[in-house]
């Protein structure tokens, strides 16, 4: 990203990446798996890393903003990210023990490939539980695709409010998929 995307407020910066809903795009998958091949590289030690695909974009059939979202879960987040900011991700968010990336905003909006990557320690993986109910319970994937395709009118330039908007229907899935692991 560059310096003058740095410089934009949050709001210029909604106003240049809305939220967008597409229908799922099966070249998804393959963008991952290249990313994946990317992130391996990078981060060097594949015994120290696990990589998995989540978000909407991890899911057949239902709508996405065409960004693909990944999980890297690791054992030293910090050195993970300064590899990836030396890269060319940009930081997006951090806090004591997550970290999220991207890659693909330009000045003159989405790249075709956009990729949200989140730093986590190992266990740390309520987005795969979440993905994996979604992928075995289709009528829920709808329910949450019509929410999605909602929301995204609503709060079509602001990221935050969308995600929180979603953030019930995410906890209340995320939480039957990890009793019924068990």
Request: with cysteine; net charge negative; glycine share 4%.
């Amino acid at each position: 990203m560059s310096n003058k995307l740095l410089s934009m407020s949050l709001q210029e910066l909604w106003q240049l990446f809305p939220i967008r809903l597409v229908p799922h795009d099966p070249r998804w998958s393959e963008y991952f798996r290249q990313e994946r091949k990317i992130l391996r590289g990078l981060l060097r030690d594949p015994d120290e890393i696990e990589i998995h695909h989540i978000g909407s974009t991890a899911v057949s059939g239902i709508w996405a903003k065409p960004i693909v979202d990944i999980l890297i879960e690791c054992s030293d987040i910090a050195a993970a990210k300064r590899r990836l900011i030396d890269a060319g991700y940009l930081l997006m968010s951090e806090s004591e023990s997550r970290c999220s990336l991207n890659k693909g905003y330009t000045e003159a909006g989405f790249a075709e490939r956009v990729f949200h990557v989140h730093l986590r320690n190992f266990g740390d993986t309520d987005e795969i539980f979440f993905r994996d109910f979604l992928r075995a319970n289709a009528d829920i994937a709808e329910q949450y695709e019509a929410l999605k395709l909602e929301l995204c009118k609503r709060y079509e330039f602001d990221r935050d409010a969308y995600t929180a908007a979603k953030s019930e229907f995410v906890l209340k899935f995320t939480r039957i998929a990890k009793e019924n692991s068990k």
